[in-house]
């Protein structure tokens, strides 16, 4: 059984800033790709940045340049600053893995952690 624990949501004003963390535990033999996705309320789930074991990273166009991903391999941990934040970014944020069991591979996701952004 895989768990990923995410924390760092909260209340923020806009042009504040938050950081997210995930944390995968586990059995598995490494991670592949990491990220986070959101979902806002009456909308569907979308990506907004991803990063590979290599720490190649793609974003969705709205948070570029004010959203950082990052991740430590070691602890199995993914990152998500947030900077500039603004009420369109309101929503619940999840965190993905890709996990590698040799032969196979399978997907989990986080509980969700719910960001707010007040204008």
């Known amino acids: 059984q895989v768990r990923l624990a995410e924390s760092g949501g909260g209340l923020v004003q806009s042009g504040g800033s938050l950081r997210l963390s995930c944390a995968a535990s586990?059995?598995?033999?490494?991670?592949?790709?990491m990220g986070w996705y959101r979902q806002a309320p009456g909308k569907h789930r979308e990506m907004v940045a991803v990063?590979?074991?290599?720490?190649?990273?793609n974003y969705l166009n709205s948070v570029k340049g004010r959203f950082t991903i990052s991740r430590d391999n070691a602890n199995n941990t993914v990152y998500l600053l947030m900077n500039r934040l603004e009420p369109e970014d309101t929503g619940v944020y999840y965190c993905?893995?890709?996990?590698?069991?040799?032969?196979?591979?399978?997907?989990?996701w986080g509980q969700g952690t719910r960001v707010t952004v007040s204008s």
């Open positions: 990063i590979t074991r290599d720490g190649i990273t």
């Open positions: 993905y893995a890709q996990l590698n069991h040799i032969l196979t591979v399978s997907s989990s």
């Open positions: 586990g059995t598995f033999a490494r991670i592949n790709d």
